[in-house]
């Protein structure tokens, strides 16, 4: 079974970045696109960066131009540099592999992120 786990999250002022990483078991993580997901209170999980294994990357409106993903394979990670951070943009952040556009494995702990000033 592979285990994703998130880390990187914390508190951040308006404008601020942080980088997310997601570590994942198994060998087989270097065919699979990921993606981020986050869930704020209150709201539905929503899809907010994909990175390919060719790490060709797909970004919603939510985070495009701040937000961008990358991979390093030997390693089994992905991560998220986000920049410019808004308050709108805290919740826990969660990824995962994604497969036709469904997640593949069990959801990690995630990591929370917290933009505030």
């Known amino acids: 079974q592979v285990q994703l786990v998130e880390s990187g999250g914390g508190l951040v002022q308006p404008g601020g970045s942080l980088r997310l990483a997601c570590a994942a078991s198994?060998?087989?993580?270097?065919?699979?696109?990921m993606a981020w997901y986050r869930q704020a209170p209150g709201k539905q999980r929503e899809l907010v960066a994909a990175?390919?294994?060719?790490?060709?990357?797909n970004y919603p409106d939510s985070g495009k131009g701040r937000f961008t993903s990358s991979r390093d394979n030997a390693k089994n990670t992905v991560y998220m540099q986000m920049n410019s951070l808004k308050p709108e943009d805290t919740a826990v952040y969660y990824c995962?592999?994604?497969?036709?556009?469904?997640?593949?494995?069990?959801w990690g702990q995630g990591t929370q992120v917290t933009v505030s000033s």
């Open positions: 990175i390919t294994s060719g790490s060709s990357t």
């Open positions: 198994g060998s087989i993580f270097s065919s699979r696109t």
């Open positions: 995962d592999a994604v497969l036709g556009g469904v997640v593949v494995y069990a």
